[in-house]
């Protein structure tokens, strides 16, 4: 399940809600202001995050440039409970699903959250490559066992 963790006032949150709704993905949204953002949602953004805390921590917070916190010093624990106390210093939106995390919105980035067999569809299967565009019986098959991977999501493609 795809999570988007946001705040109510930033337009790039705004903008990837738009993209996963136009594009019919399901998602869990999480405003990291309310009392949805758990220990463990920050464990699982921090431990997907490639780079750690400079992932996904803004340095230009106002909270961090005061307080010269650095992050390499705390224990998960420490960072986790800072993070809770402070949701403000994340940098908006995260998205995270199983495999992934991206932060912000990119345009082309984002795509990669779009279900395999959808994409396999959209290469092979479109109008300049497909004269049955439409009718497409690999595009039907493809879109069928997307739907059956949302349904079962442990499966794999």
């Not at 999570?3 to 903008?15: A, G, H, L, W």
């Not at 010093?73 to 998205?95: D, G, H, W």
């Not at 009718?135 to 066992?145: D, G, M, V, Y």
Request: some cysteine; charged content about 30%.
């Amino acid at each position: 399940m795809i999570k988007i963790y946001t705040s109510p006032s930033c337009s790039s949150c705004r903008k990837v809600k738009k993209w996963f709704d136009d594009n019919k993905i399901p998602y869990v949204a999480k405003n990291i202001f309310g009392p949805t953002l758990s220990a463990e949602d920050i464990k699982e953004v921090i431990s997907k995050s490639e780079n750690g805390t400079d992932d996904i921590i803004s340095r230009r917070s106002k909270i961090v440039q005061e307080q010269n916190i650095d992050f390499d010093s705390m224990t998960i624990s420490e960072l986790i409970a800072f993070i809770q106390k402070n949701p403000s210093i994340l940098k908006r939106p995260i998205i995270v699903d199983d495999h992934r995390l991206q932060v912000g919105y990119n345009e082309e980035e984002i795509r990669t959250f779009i279900p395999h067999a959808r994409r396999l569809a959209e290469t092979y299967c479109n109008p300049k490559t497909c004269a049955g565009y439409g009718t497409c019986e690999f595009a039907k098959s493809q879109l069928n066992r997307q739907e059956d991977d949302v349904e079962s999501p442990d499966d794999s493609i």
